[in-house]
């Protein structure tokens, strides 16, 4: 398996464990019952399927790290406003 291949799979791992568990961002462990799929709603009230801003930064970072072969702070950070001011 190629490195792009792992870092493609752990971001799609992050976005669909954010946006199951944006649901219950904030609760406190045992005062919910358990979910097992994408319902939405939770504080931000989000769609079924939306990530938070957790993996929005994270895809900036890896983003960043792949087109600039390396770290970069001065393009990570200015990724980081553009979806700030763009989303």
């Given at each position: 398996m190629y490195m792009?291949?792992?870092a493609a799979?752990?971001?799609v791992g992050l976005a669909v464990g954010d946006a199951v568990g944006?649901?219950?961002e904030f609760e406190t462990r045992g005062s919910f019952t358990p979910i097992t799929d994408m319902v939405g709603g939770g504080p931000f009230q989000l769609q079924a399927g939306q990530w938070t801003?957790?993996?929005?930064?994270?895809?900036?970072?890896g983003h960043s790290l792949l087109y600039q072969n390396g770290f970069d702070a001065t393009d990570q950070m200015n990724r980081y406003c553009n979806w700030y001011q763009y989303g």
């Open positions: 792009e291949d792992r799979g752990a971001l944006t649901t219950l801003d957790d993996t929005s930064m994270a895809l900036c970072l």
